[in-house]
């Protein structure tokens, strides 16, 4: 996906992969109404979007940002 990298895949003990993302976006720091770069992350937060099927078994999708 377009402004995510993979930063680790790991397989469970239950066979579930968990694919961990980060933003890889340099405008992602940009304030949407001034364009400015922000220089100074307030804290990071997980987000888990709903969990995949893929090629038959479950991805569990976890993504770290910079809120």
Do not use: F, I
Request: glycine share 8%.
């Amino acid at each position: 996906m377009e402004g995510l990298a993979v930063e680790r895949v790991v397989l469970t003990a239950l066979g579930t992969k968990v694919v961990q993302l980060v933003t890889d976006d340099p405008d992602a720091a940009r304030c949407p109404a001034c364009r400015v770069v922000s220089t100074s992350g307030k804290d990071w937060v997980l987000t888990r979007p709903h969990d995949l099927p893929c090629g038959g078994g479950q991805v569990a999708v976890q993504w770290r940002k910079r809120r």
